[in-house]
Protein backbone atom coordinates (compact mmCIF):
# COMPACT_ATOMS: atom_id res chain seq x y z
CA UNK A 1 0.00 0.00 0.00
CA UNK A 2 1.30 3.02 -0.89
CA UNK A 3 -0.70 4.86 2.25
CA UNK A 4 0.74 4.57 5.64
CA UNK A 5 -0.75 5.49 9.09
CA UNK A 6 1.64 6.30 11.81
CA UNK A 7 0.99 7.46 15.74
CA UNK A 8 3.98 9.46 17.01
CA UNK A 9 6.11 12.02 13.98
CA UNK A 10 9.40 9.77 15.24
CA UNK A 11 8.53 6.82 13.71
CA UNK A 12 8.54 8.44 10.36
CA UNK A 13 12.76 8.18 10.47
CA UNK A 14 12.21 4.40 11.00
CA UNK A 15 9.32 4.66 7.78
CA UNK A 16 11.93 6.60 5.59
CA UNK A 17 15.54 5.45 6.27
CA UNK A 18 14.67 1.97 7.33
CA UNK A 19 11.79 0.45 5.64
CA UNK A 20 12.03 2.69 2.66
CA UNK A 21 15.74 1.59 1.91
CA UNK A 22 14.48 -1.58 2.33
CA UNK A 23 11.77 -1.91 0.34
CA UNK A 24 14.39 0.51 -2.77
CA UNK A 25 16.95 -2.69 -2.36
CA UNK A 26 14.82 -5.51 -2.23
CA UNK A 27 12.48 -4.31 -5.28
CA UNK A 28 16.19 -3.13 -7.43
CA UNK A 29 17.45 -6.91 -6.51
CA UNK A 30 14.18 -8.83 -7.33
CA UNK A 31 14.08 -6.91 -10.58
CA UNK A 32 17.84 -7.33 -11.52
CA UNK A 33 17.36 -10.99 -11.09
CA UNK A 34 14.32 -11.20 -13.36
CA UNK A 35 16.16 -9.59 -15.62
CA UNK A 36 18.80 -11.24 -15.91
CA UNK A 37 16.52 -14.16 -15.93
CA UNK A 38 15.23 -13.23 -19.31
CA UNK A 39 18.63 -12.52 -20.36
CA UNK A 40 20.09 -15.76 -20.14
CA UNK A 41 17.32 -17.78 -21.33
CA UNK A 42 17.44 -15.48 -24.82
CA UNK A 43 21.25 -16.09 -24.89
CA UNK A 44 20.63 -20.15 -24.58
CA UNK A 45 17.85 -19.51 -27.65
CA UNK A 46 20.02 -17.30 -29.75
CA UNK A 47 22.67 -19.60 -29.98
CA UNK A 48 20.77 -22.41 -29.98
CA UNK A 49 19.19 -21.23 -33.28
CA UNK A 50 22.77 -20.04 -34.62
CA UNK A 51 23.76 -23.70 -34.30
CA UNK A 52 21.44 -24.98 -36.07
CA UNK A 53 21.29 -22.87 -38.88
CA UNK A 54 18.36 -20.34 -37.64
CA UNK A 55 15.83 -22.92 -37.80
CA UNK A 56 12.95 -21.73 -35.70
CA UNK A 57 13.18 -24.23 -33.29
CA UNK A 58 12.69 -23.98 -29.21
CA UNK A 59 15.84 -24.72 -27.11
CA UNK A 60 13.10 -25.76 -24.68
CA UNK A 61 9.61 -27.29 -25.00
CA UNK A 62 6.44 -25.13 -23.60
CA UNK A 63 7.05 -26.99 -21.03
CA UNK A 64 9.83 -26.69 -19.73
CA UNK A 65 9.66 -22.47 -20.54
CA UNK A 66 6.84 -22.56 -18.88
CA UNK A 67 8.15 -24.33 -15.79
CA UNK A 68 11.34 -21.96 -15.95
CA UNK A 69 9.13 -18.65 -15.79
CA UNK A 70 7.04 -20.35 -12.94
CA UNK A 71 7.27 -23.14 -10.82
CA UNK A 72 10.86 -24.19 -11.04
CA UNK A 73 12.65 -20.40 -10.33
CA UNK A 74 9.45 -17.92 -8.96
CA UNK A 75 10.13 -18.56 -5.45
CA UNK A 76 13.67 -18.35 -4.92
CA UNK A 77 14.03 -15.67 -6.88
CA UNK A 78 10.71 -14.01 -5.43
CA UNK A 79 12.27 -14.73 -2.01
CA UNK A 80 15.20 -12.06 -2.33
CA UNK A 81 12.71 -10.06 -1.29
CA UNK A 82 13.39 -11.11 2.40
CA UNK A 83 17.25 -10.11 2.01
CA UNK A 84 19.27 -7.53 4.52
CA UNK A 85 22.50 -6.06 4.33
CA UNK A 86 22.47 -4.94 7.56
CA UNK A 87 20.23 -5.35 10.93
CA UNK A 88 17.79 -2.36 11.68
CA UNK A 89 19.75 -2.37 15.39
CA UNK A 90 22.87 -1.29 13.71
CA UNK A 91 21.38 0.49 11.29
CA UNK A 92 20.33 2.96 13.51
CA UNK A 93 23.57 2.94 15.40
CA UNK A 94 25.23 3.96 12.52
CA UNK A 95 22.43 6.24 10.96
CA UNK A 96 23.04 8.40 14.10
CA UNK A 97 27.21 8.43 13.40
CA UNK A 98 27.18 8.75 10.71
CA UNK A 99 28.72 12.23 10.69
CA UNK A 100 31.28 10.84 12.74
CA UNK A 101 32.16 8.49 10.21
CA UNK A 102 34.79 9.64 7.40
CA UNK A 103 32.96 9.29 4.09
CA UNK A 104 35.96 6.93 2.45
CA UNK A 105 35.49 4.41 4.94
CA UNK A 106 31.20 4.77 6.01
CA UNK A 107 30.79 2.02 3.52
CA UNK A 108 33.69 0.66 1.99
CA UNK A 109 31.78 -2.60 0.76
CA UNK A 110 28.90 -0.43 -1.16
CA UNK A 111 29.89 0.23 -4.80
CA UNK A 112 27.86 3.07 -6.61
CA UNK A 113 26.50 2.13 -9.85
CA UNK A 114 24.73 3.56 -12.03
CA UNK A 115 21.59 2.46 -13.99
CA UNK A 116 23.39 2.06 -17.15
CA UNK A 117 26.32 -0.03 -15.24
CA UNK A 118 24.06 -2.12 -14.08
CA UNK A 119 22.08 -3.21 -16.59
CA UNK A 120 25.21 -4.13 -18.39
CA UNK A 121 26.57 -6.26 -16.03
CA UNK A 122 23.25 -8.24 -15.41
CA UNK A 123 23.68 -8.12 -19.50
CA UNK A 124 27.42 -9.34 -19.88
CA UNK A 125 26.78 -11.83 -17.36
CA UNK A 126 23.91 -13.39 -18.56
CA UNK A 127 25.72 -13.48 -22.08
CA UNK A 128 28.59 -15.00 -20.14
CA UNK A 129 26.65 -17.69 -18.75
CA UNK A 130 23.86 -18.68 -21.03
CA UNK A 131 26.77 -18.96 -23.65
CA UNK A 132 29.03 -21.65 -21.97
CA UNK A 133 25.66 -23.63 -20.74
CA UNK A 134 24.56 -23.70 -24.23
CA UNK A 135 28.20 -24.11 -26.08
CA UNK A 136 29.51 -27.04 -22.91
CA UNK A 137 26.22 -28.50 -23.20
CA UNK A 138 26.38 -29.40 -27.23
CA UNK A 139 29.92 -29.70 -27.66
CA UNK A 140 29.94 -32.44 -24.84
CA UNK A 141 26.75 -34.31 -25.71
CA UNK A 142 26.35 -33.72 -29.61
CA UNK A 143 25.90 -37.07 -30.04
CA UNK A 144 23.38 -37.78 -27.85
CA UNK A 145 19.89 -37.13 -28.60
CA UNK A 146 18.19 -33.73 -28.76
CA UNK A 147 16.22 -34.88 -26.15
CA UNK A 148 19.35 -35.74 -23.44
CA UNK A 149 21.15 -32.00 -24.58
CA UNK A 150 17.45 -30.30 -24.05
CA UNK A 151 17.56 -31.76 -20.43
CA UNK A 152 20.87 -31.80 -19.39
CA UNK A 153 21.13 -27.78 -20.89
CA UNK A 154 17.85 -27.22 -18.88
CA UNK A 155 18.85 -28.86 -15.99
CA UNK A 156 22.22 -26.59 -15.82
CA UNK A 157 20.33 -23.28 -16.28
CA UNK A 158 18.09 -24.13 -13.11
CA UNK A 159 20.73 -25.10 -11.09
CA UNK A 160 22.86 -22.22 -12.14
CA UNK A 161 19.74 -19.60 -11.33
CA UNK A 162 19.64 -21.17 -7.92
CA UNK A 163 23.38 -20.74 -7.17
CA UNK A 164 22.85 -17.15 -8.65
CA UNK A 165 20.15 -16.74 -5.80
CA UNK A 166 22.15 -17.67 -3.02
CA UNK A 167 25.44 -16.12 -3.87
CA UNK A 168 24.15 -12.58 -4.69
CA UNK A 169 22.12 -12.29 -1.49
CA UNK A 170 23.80 -10.37 1.56
CA UNK A 171 22.28 -12.67 4.42
CA UNK A 172 20.87 -16.30 3.65
CA UNK A 173 17.14 -16.33 4.47
CA UNK A 174 15.74 -19.97 6.39
CA UNK A 175 13.05 -19.13 3.61
CA UNK A 176 15.53 -18.62 0.79
CA UNK A 177 16.92 -22.24 1.32
CA UNK A 178 13.43 -23.13 1.48
CA UNK A 179 12.43 -21.79 -1.26
CA UNK A 180 14.91 -23.07 -2.96
CA UNK A 181 14.98 -26.84 -1.96
CA UNK A 182 11.48 -26.65 -2.51
CA UNK A 183 11.57 -25.46 -5.96
CA UNK A 184 14.38 -27.92 -6.64
CA UNK A 185 12.62 -31.13 -5.26
CA UNK A 186 9.65 -29.80 -7.87
CA UNK A 187 11.90 -29.98 -10.87
CA UNK A 188 13.10 -33.74 -9.58
CA UNK A 189 9.41 -35.10 -9.39
CA UNK A 190 9.07 -33.70 -12.57
CA UNK A 191 11.97 -35.24 -14.57
CA UNK A 192 11.78 -38.62 -12.76
CA UNK A 193 7.92 -38.97 -12.06
CA UNK A 194 6.65 -36.89 -15.25
CA UNK A 195 9.10 -37.00 -17.40
CA UNK A 196 6.35 -38.13 -20.06
CA UNK A 197 4.26 -35.46 -19.90
CA UNK A 198 7.25 -32.80 -19.37
CA UNK A 199 9.26 -34.48 -22.53
CA UNK A 200 12.80 -34.94 -21.11
CA UNK A 201 14.99 -37.57 -20.72
CA UNK A 202 16.64 -39.80 -18.23
CA UNK A 203 19.65 -38.74 -17.15
CA UNK A 204 22.74 -41.06 -16.12
CA UNK A 205 24.96 -40.43 -13.10
CA UNK A 206 27.67 -39.49 -15.75
CA UNK A 207 25.61 -37.34 -17.29
CA UNK A 208 24.72 -35.52 -14.04
CA UNK A 209 27.92 -35.27 -13.03
CA UNK A 210 29.28 -33.03 -16.35
CA UNK A 211 25.48 -31.27 -15.46
CA UNK A 212 27.34 -30.11 -12.01
CA UNK A 213 30.68 -29.38 -14.08
CA UNK A 214 29.05 -26.91 -16.27
CA UNK A 215 26.93 -25.40 -13.41
CA UNK A 216 30.09 -24.60 -11.60
CA UNK A 217 32.44 -23.82 -14.92
CA UNK A 218 29.12 -21.05 -15.25
CA UNK A 219 28.56 -19.92 -12.23
CA UNK A 220 32.39 -20.39 -10.62
CA UNK A 221 33.63 -17.34 -12.36
CA UNK A 222 30.50 -14.39 -11.44
CA UNK A 223 30.92 -15.92 -7.97
CA UNK A 224 35.09 -15.19 -7.79
CA UNK A 225 34.49 -11.73 -9.60
CA UNK A 226 31.89 -10.81 -6.59
Given at each position: ??????????????????????????SALL???????????SVIQ???????????????????????????????????????????????????????????????????????????????????????????????????????????????????????????INRI??????????????????????????????????????????????????????
Open positions: AADFSILKFKNVQALLLWHGRLSYKRASFIIHRGFIILLFSCVFFYVSIPAFNSYLSLGFATLFTFWPVFSLILDTDIDEVNFHILERKRHEIPKTVRFPAIVKLTVIDKFLSLAVKAAFQGSLIIILSLVLFMENSYLEVETICFTVLILTEYFMTLSEHVLTIACTAGSLLCYAICIIFLKNLVHVADLSFVSFLFVLVITLISWGPIFGWK
